[in-house]
């Protein structure tokens, strides 16, 4: 074993004895120890219920023959950090969650591990360390969200309170409505209850054969995500037997295959951050231009909140993730060879698999689109690409051309848009909120949802270098490339300027001729940082921009 440069021989004695001190017997010492990484926390709705998680993982590795210890890894709630400069500290901890969970399984050679995430860049951080540290690996999330109700009757969400707020400024909803959707958005523990960031992640960390079956939809409060920890650590001890490693299990084709099944539900544009980060810690490289190529020939088939009514719950009824992939296995878009978490493939893994909700997970043949969720735009203005969740927006939005409304700032934007100052026809741009130039690439959900919640989404485009929640909808294009603050020609837009966006042909540009960008260029000057001091500062020394993932470049 692995852990056996602890627990054997005289010279592991010093070691054996700090064991002892824990409270170990030298009967558990004797078996395999199974790290379990738990990101339990009392700040993080989608966190709180992580220790009965870990207790139930626990009891499984237990009851396989493992001793379990467990460790804890750091996660922030994108919902509360929104809006303020806490966001800029959420994308950076997928980097330090990655580091710091890698330095105690490399410290401590544990012979397996089972992750616990729940949220955003707790997932990927997760995904990242197990690549890097490569020892018998399985995830068990905590589940999401179940979907709110209103006084009406009405099922509510996450996005909708945002929503609210600028339903407020508009004149459209008073107070007591505003307090109505408070009470009601996020009525228990999980990740919150659409196809928002963490539950993609949740979900594409099934597709990628990285967890069990109903990891991405079984909801937080469902006794049967209690059963899925469980088995969940009596598998790592057959994956510990096996020797089948993370890198075993995501390989290139696992990745493409995630792509697929990422465009068939719908998922978060965050994924496109993510999915480049982790594949780089697994040796493998993905690129915008290989989305485009998936999205082109894979149909959309889910329309969960933001996009339409339906949740995570929903998707749960109607079979989870493992009826999606079955309905791509139709037209062969699945590499159905690879082995996963489960010691078998996902041929193996699909068998007995039906799709229960034709309106939840729509056939192959009667898709929402024939092409998938997420379209990358490349242009003058985003010379190496920007992402849009085109499944979530209005049809009358998918070509669309209007004049620029230019802000530096988030803050300068919402301030703007409540004030009433962007009409129908306007592009919004809002830059240097980017992972080197922000520092940290803030999420902008609160001026989509402003815009939403106006009744705006079906007139005004946003354009951004930073990112979106995956709680946004409408014509919201982010992680412009190159960034502002690289000195990317998102910098050089001027109040006014025509932007042309077409999103079925894949392009993106604005209405400046080269001569002029030119003269621009000449003339720019880049901002002074905005964070000098601290982590922020290092991380903006390190980070790539968003079309590779916003990894850290030593």
Known sequence: MRSDILKKGIPAAPNRSLLYALGYTKEELEKP?????????????GHMNLDKIAEAVKAGVRAAGGTPVEFPAIAVCDGIAMGHTGMKYSLVTRDIIADSTEAMAMAHQFDGLVMIP????????LLMAAARVNVPTIFVSGGPML?????????????????????YYAGKLDEEGVEEYENNACPTCGSCSGMYTANSMNCLTEAIGMALRGNGTIPAVHSARLRLAKHAGMKIMELVEKDIRPRDVMTEAAFHNAETIDMALGCSTNTMLHLPAIAHECGIEISFDMSNEISDRTPNLCHLAPAGNTYMEDLERAGGVYAVMKELTKKDLL??????????????NLEGVVNRNHEIIRPIENPYTQTGGIAVLKGNLAPDGCVVKQSAVAPEMMVHEGPARVFDSEEDCINAIYAGKIVAGDVVIIRYEVPKGGPGMREMLNPTSAIAGMGLDKEVALITDGRFSGATRGASIGHVSPEAASGGNIGLVQEGDIIAI????HTISMKVSDEELAARRAAWVCPEPKVKTGYLARYAKMVSSADKGAILEV
């Open 147 to 167: 979907a709110g109700t209103l006084n009406d009757g009405r099922r509510t969400c996450l996005s909708h309170m945002f929503e609210a707020v600028g339903a």
């Open 33 to 45: 120890l199974i790290g379990v990484v738990c990101s339990y926390n009392e700040i993080v709705p």
């Open 502 to 505: 077409d999103i079925p042909n």
């Open 335 to 348: 590499d159905t060879s690879l082995i996963t978490c489960t010691g078998k493939t996902i041929a193996e």
């Open 118 to 125: 729940n949220c955003d860049k707790n997932v990927p951080g």
